[in-house]
């Protein structure tokens, strides 16, 4: 912590308490103290200071946590708390996460929630090309050539633009796997529309080197161990190629 001391609405956010915008609120409502004090909006502490949130002592930064969730259908990837059915509330870790990305609301399967949010902006950055995998279920018996005639790019006029070329492979009469390597708004299903198609079931099983696997419907796990430190060194390569 810098001689001048540091911002006490940064670090509770980077003790995994709540977000800056939202800490000055808890100070200004009375829900921090230091040194036994209640603390002022903007107020900075030093090392040897006491922080307080709610009656319980606050550590400092957080180790970093990055989980894999299994998302169910009805859930909405986003932290802000307005939403009844929002991704925070729902998982109820005990540090404060943010989601990766986003997996939309009628969809279910891998999302990954993390508390680094250098490692979200690093695995946003979609020049990379991060591979996503799902297995998706249509309304009707696929025929002719669809979905192969989605591999190579289809133009969406909703969003105005093409995606990207992707891999497709049939699983049987209204199912296929589908790789991306893009994440527009909606792609696979407003993909299928363009064809007269509608998506009844989406999962994704795989972010990169994190695979879904068994886990069930509504759990989560930490990623850790070999998992994790793959999933570092293809983010470090990137970064090294730039």
């Not at 995994?16 to 609120?25: K, L, M, T, Y």
Request: aromatic share 8%; net charge neutral.
């Amino acid at each position: 912590m810098a001689a001048e001391g540091e911002r006490l609405n940064k670090f509770l956010s980077e003790a995994g308490v709540c977000s800056r915008r939202e800490a000055d609120r808890e100070i200004a409502a009375g829900h921090v103290t230091v040194n036994g004090s209640l603390a002022q909006v903007g107020q900075r502490i030093y090392p040897d200071d006491q922080i307080e949130f709610c009656g319980r002592p606050v550590q400092g930064k957080a180790d970093p946590v990055l989980l894999l969730f299994h998302k169910p259908v009805g859930v909405v990837c986003t932290a802000d708390k307005r939403y009844e059915d929002n991704i925070v509330d729902y998982v109820h870790y005990p540090q404060r996460l943010y989601p990766v990305g986003r997996l939309d609301k009628a969809s279910r399967g891998l999302i990954l929630m993390t508390n680094q949010g250098g490692l979200v902006n690093r695995m946003m950055r979609g020049r990379y090309g991060h591979e996503k995998e799902y297995l998706v279920r249509v309304d009707k018996k696929m025929t002719g050539d669809f979905p192969e005639n989605m591999a190579g790019g289809v133009y969406l006029p909703e969003l105005g633009t093409t995606t990207k070329p992707c891999r497709i492979s049939r699983l049987g009469d209204d199912r296929f796997r589908i790789v991306l390597t893009q994440g527009l708004n909606r792609q696979i299903r407003r993909m299928c529309a363009v064809f007269g198609y509608e998506v009844v079931d989406l999962l994704r099983v795989r972010i990169m080197n994190l695979m879904l696997g068994d886990l069930p419907e509504g759990a989560y796990r930490e990623i850790t161990g070999e998992e994790y430190k793959e999933l570092l060194a293809a983010l470090v390569e990137e970064d090294d190629g730039r």
